[in-house]
């Protein structure tokens, strides 16, 4: 098992409010190793939130979030910190590309704490290559304020993908991309899964993307329900 959610509630603002709700209310989940999930739900569900706590980049209020067996509510900052850098590939809803670096600078960012030069040549070599695939190569050198919004999403993904992560966490990695683009990044994602056994857990409203996908899971309530 690669990721188990144990009844996990996460709300913000404060619980003594009487117009308090919680945005995910006991929520489990498992994820085995390989596993490809599309997960739909209407805006404000609790989409993001889930992915964020999935991630390491927020903790929730109660229930326990186990990847590989291990608690990473309990990790330190520095435990987190490696974690996310080794484990997880992230694409955040906003690409969140570094306006001030090129395209091929940000896609290296999750590579500086590598310090030999064999490892940073064999990044270089796996940015080169995700990023032809993706058809953003010959737009390296640029920044991203001169790129369109599908460019700078595909960038975002390879730059998720760039420390080979065993999960790809994806919020609407296709939101910007016209519908050729989006099967690009679909068969991208899926060869990845197939020869690297990267477990794919992507929030998208597209139902194409969500059809490729081994399993379509809705957000409801707080609550996951299988579709
Ligand atoms: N940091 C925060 N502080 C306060 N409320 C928040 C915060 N983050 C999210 N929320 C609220 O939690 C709810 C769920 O937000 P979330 O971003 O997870 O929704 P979503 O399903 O990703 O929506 P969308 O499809 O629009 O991206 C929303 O009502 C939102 O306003
Ligand atoms: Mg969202």
Same mark, same amino acid.
């Given at each position: 098992?690669?990721?188990?959610?144990?009844?996990?509630?996460?709300?913000?603002?404060?619980?003594?409010?009487?117009?308090?709700?919680?945005?995910?209310?006991?929520?489990?989940?498992?994820?085995?190793?390989?596993?490809?999930?599309?997960?739909?739900?209407?805006?404000?569900?609790?989409? $993001?939130? #889930?992915? &964020?706590?999935?991630?390491?980049?927020?903790?929730?209020?109660?229930? @326990?979030? /186990?990847?590989?067996?291990? =608690?990473?509510?309990?990790?330190?900052?520095?435990?987190?910190?490696?974690?996310?850098?080794?484990?997880?590939?992230?694409?955040?809803?906003?690409?969140?590309?570094?306006?001030?670096? $090129?395209? #091929?600078? &940000?896609?290296?960012?999750?590579?500086?704490?590598?310090?030999?030069? @064999?490892? /940073?040549?064999?990044?270089? =070599?796996?940015?080169?290559?995700?990023?032809?695939?993706?058809?953003?190569?010959?737009?390296?050198?640029?920044?991203?304020?001169?790129?369109?919004?599908?460019?700078?999403?595909?960038?975002?993904?390879?730059?998720?993908?760039?420390?080979?992560?065993?999960?790809?966490?994806?919020?609407?990695?296709?939101?910007?991309?016209?519908?050729?683009?989006?099967?690009?990044?679909?068969?991208?994602?899926?060869?990845?899964?197939?020869?690297?056994?990267?477990?794919?857990?992507?929030?998208?409203?597209?139902?194409?993307?969500?059809?490729?996908?081994?399993?379509?899971?809705?957000?409801?309530?707080?609550?996951?329900?299988?579709?």
């Amino acid at each position: 098992m690669l990721l188990d959610l144990d009844h996990i509630t996460k709300g913000f603002g404060n619980p003594a409010d009487p117009n308090y709700r919680p945005v995910l209310k006991e929520l489990s989940m498992k994820v085995e190793e390989g596993e490809r999930i599309a997960i739909l739900g209407p805006s404000g569900s609790g989409k $993001t939130t #889930l992915l &964020n706590l999935i991630g390491g980049l927020d903790y929730p209020d109660s229930g @326990s979030v /186990r990847f590989r067996g291990n =608690e990473i509510t309990g990790y330190s900052v520095p435990e987190m910190d490696r974690f996310r850098n080794q484990q997880i590939g992230f694409v955040f809803q906003f690409h969140h590309l570094l306006p001030q670096c $090129t395209l #091929l600078e &940000n896609v290296l960012v999750p590579t500086l704490v590598n310090h030999t030069r @064999s490892e /940073r040549e064999e990044k270089l =070599e796996r940015a080169s290559e995700l990023m032809k695939r993706v058809g953003i190569w010959e737009f390296r050198h640029k920044l991203p304020g001169k790129l369109s919004g599908g460019e700078c999403q595909r960038a975002a993904v390879v730059r998720a993908m760039i420390n080979a992560p065993s999960v790809l966490l994806a919020d609407e990695p296709t939101g910007a991309l016209d519908r050729e683009n989006v099967d690009v990044m679909a068969d991208l994602l899926l060869e990845l899964n197939e020869s690297d056994g990267l477990t794919l857990l992507l929030v998208t409203h597209s139902m194409d993307l969500a059809k490729r996908m081994g399993k379509i899971l809705e957000l409801k309530s707080g609550k996951l329900e299988l579709k």
